[in-house]
T-cell receptor, first 111, second 114 residues
Framework: SQQGEEDPQALSIQEGENATMNCSYKTSINNLQWYRQNSGRGLVHLILIRSNEREKHSGRLRVTLDTSKKSSSLLITASRAADTASYFCATAVDAGNMLTFGGGTRLMVKP | DAGVTQSPTHLIKTRGQQVTLRCSPKSGHDTVSWYQQALGQGPQFIFQYYEEEERQRGNFPDRFSGHQFPNYSSELNVNALLLGDSALYLC?????????????FGPGTRLTVL
């Protein structure tokens, strides 16, 4: 079973626009991570946010975490065609590294 | 510094056969996890190996087994293949610091069961 649910399942925007993806989960977590996947290949780690953190930035990425609502969001600012990919949130309920993934958001950025 | 490598890239098998997939972790990493990703879905955790022992296991039948070698590389074995085992199999490695560790994924092995 999958702990996280991403919303929306698919998103299509124009280059330069911002893209926001949301993730909800069910149980208490140790940390939440966002990954990117191009065309069914390996996943690339984007950002990790700990359960005691509320916001984190990395370049054009901004992640928020609301543990009271069991939700997180990933914002990609000034999107580029190269950002076209699937984005997954993954939660770790303990520090033992097992990750539980959501179903992903498929982002298409049109040039 | 090589990242996580997996072999083979693609594999075609028939129902009932057995398959072995291989993974070499990123240099300096001693923990290896395996995930199954069906088409259009998120990865699902199969199991994790540390110090040559299975440390955690997801909701997968005993047909799925694994092994970790002293050099930290790992194998995933699937017996009595079913059509539903067709998926992308991903290996991920991480250092066992016991804290908030990101995982580094390999490119995956695409298994097709006919």
């Amino acid at each position: 079973s999958q702990q996280g649910e991403e919303d929306p399942q698919a998103l299509s925007i124009q280059e330069g626009e911002n893209a926001t993806m949301n993730c909800s989960y069910k149980t208490s977590i140790n940390n939440l991570q966002w990954y990117r996947q191009n065309s069914g290949r390996g996943l690339v780690h984007l950002i990790l946010i700990r359960s005691n953190e509320r916001e984190k930035h990395s370049g054009r990425l901004r992640v928020t975490l609301d543990t009271s609502k069991k939700s997180s969001s990933l914002l990609i600012t000034a999107s580029r065609a190269a950002d076209t990919a699937s984005y997954f949130c993954a939660t770790a309920v303990d520090a033992g590294n097992m990750l539980t993934f959501g179903g992903g958001t498929r982002l298409m950025v049109k040039p | 510094d090589a990242g996580v490598t997996q072999s083979p890239t693609h594999l075609i098998k028939t129902r009932g056969q057995q398959v072995t997939l291989r993974c070499s972790p990123k240099s300096g990493h001693d923990t290896v996890s395996w995930y199954q990703q069906a088409l259009g879905q998120g990865p699902q955790f199969i199991f994790q190996y540390y110090e040559e022992e299975e440390r955690q296991r997801g909701n997968f039948p005993d047909r799925f087994s694994g092994h970790q070698f002293p050099n930290y590389s790992s194998e995933l074995n699937v017996n009595a293949l079913l059509l539903g085992d067709s998926a992308l199999y991903l290996c991920a490695s991480s250092p066992d610091r016991g804290l908030y560790n990101e995982q580094f994924f390999g490119p995956g092995t695409r298994l097709t069961v006919l």
